[in-house]
């Protein structure tokens, strides 16, 4: 790994972890992209490196919910009993969706995340805010029936799910965004460990990874990117309560646009340099 990978990856996850705070993601939907055209760079084929960037994120992001969700349990945001039920019970199905990965084209991975990130900030910007006021859902099945997508997606597309957990929760689920943004994390501790397990599984004895790899798990990035992010999300979260909540869920929903567009290649197709 060259100087300037590692410059690239300590300021990413400055940013990730900011916004890990800040909006309950993770911080994966940022690093996946940032990591893939690293380790494209580094001479990995494409496959090999959109699946060792999902596999390494989820470490990344474990350490990072760790953080967050302390700091968001010490603000009173954090709803137990909804974060358990839904982290254990995607728990396997994201270790499911890691090992589904591990047998796909890196390709498609890669498009598939972000048509995925898309819809998602297309369905947040077109609702109605008024939805996140009414009285949130309290019954422990519906919590058990949404933990089933949100951990295959997260373990297929290396997330904790937050990126799509934040939008079910004040969509479907009617938390309000600092309740949904708080659970969030606490629930992407389980589903993050589910799919870390099964990327290092299934990515075992695969050629032409890069030095320090377990599986598809590259711990030198993973140190690099929890170096720099673990303290900013304690940031994101002292300061994602001192935002509206209005103010705060747009932000979500440009952020998602911009990587969603990013990863399906629009930006190449237009010649841009974004």
């Known amino acids: 790994m060259e100087l300037i990978h590692v410059l690239i990856l300590l300021g990413t996850g400055v940013f990730a972890g900011f916004a890990s705070g800040l909006l309950g993601v993770?911080?994966?939907f940022i690093m996946a992209p940032v990591?893939?055209?690293?380790?494209?760079?580094?001479?990995?084929?494409a496959d090999s490196a959109?699946?060792?960037?999902?596999?390494?994120?989820?470490l990344v992001i474990l350490l990072n919910s760790l953080s967050g969700t302390w700091r968001h349990h010490k603000l009173g945001?954090?709803?137990?009993?909804?974060?358990?039920?839904?982290?254990?019970?995607?728990m396997a199905f994201a270790y499911a969706g890691a090992t589904l990965a591990?047998?796909?084209?890196g390709e498609v991975l890669r498009i598939a995340f972000g048509v995925v990130v898309l819809l998602v900030a297309v369905r947040m910007f077109t609702s109605k805010a008024v939805q996140a006021e009414r009285e949130p859902v309290t019954n422990p099945w519906v919590w058990f029936a949404w933990a089933i997508p949100l951990g295959l997606l997260g373990g297929i597309m290396g997330l904790g799910g937050g990126v799509v957990a934040v939008p079910i929760m004040v969509l479907a689920l009617r938390f309000k965004i600092h309740n949904a943004v708080a659970t969030s994390l606490a629930m992407i501790i389980f589903n993050s460990v589910g799919g870390m397990v099964g990327y290092i599984v299934n990515g075992q004895g695969i050629p032409g990874l890069p030095p320090y790899s377990i599986g598809y798990v590259n711990l030198l990035s993973a140190f690099i990117l929890a170096v720099s992010s673990f303290f900013m999300v304690q940031v994101g979260a002292i300061v994602a309560h001192k935002l509206p909540?209005?103010?705060?869920?747009?932000i979500f929903i440009l952020l998602m646009f911009y990587i969603g567009l990013r990863?399906?290649?629009?930006?190449?197709w237009l010649d841009w340099p974004l």
Not at 50 to 57: C, R
Not at 102 to 105: E, I, Q, R
Not at 263 to 268: A, N, T
């Open 102 to 105: 591990a047998h796909l084209p």
């Open 77 to 90: 945001a954090v709803n137990w009993r909804a974060a358990v039920v839904m982290g254990i019970s995607g």
């Open 263 to 268: 990863m399906i290649g629009v930006f190449e």
């Open 35 to 45: 990591q893939y055209f690293v380790f494209l760079h580094m001479g990995l084929t």
């Open 26 to 28: 993770g911080g994966g």
């Open 50 to 58: 959109i699946k060792l960037a999902f596999g390494t994120n989820l």
């Open 245 to 250: 909540g209005r103010r705060l869920r747009l």
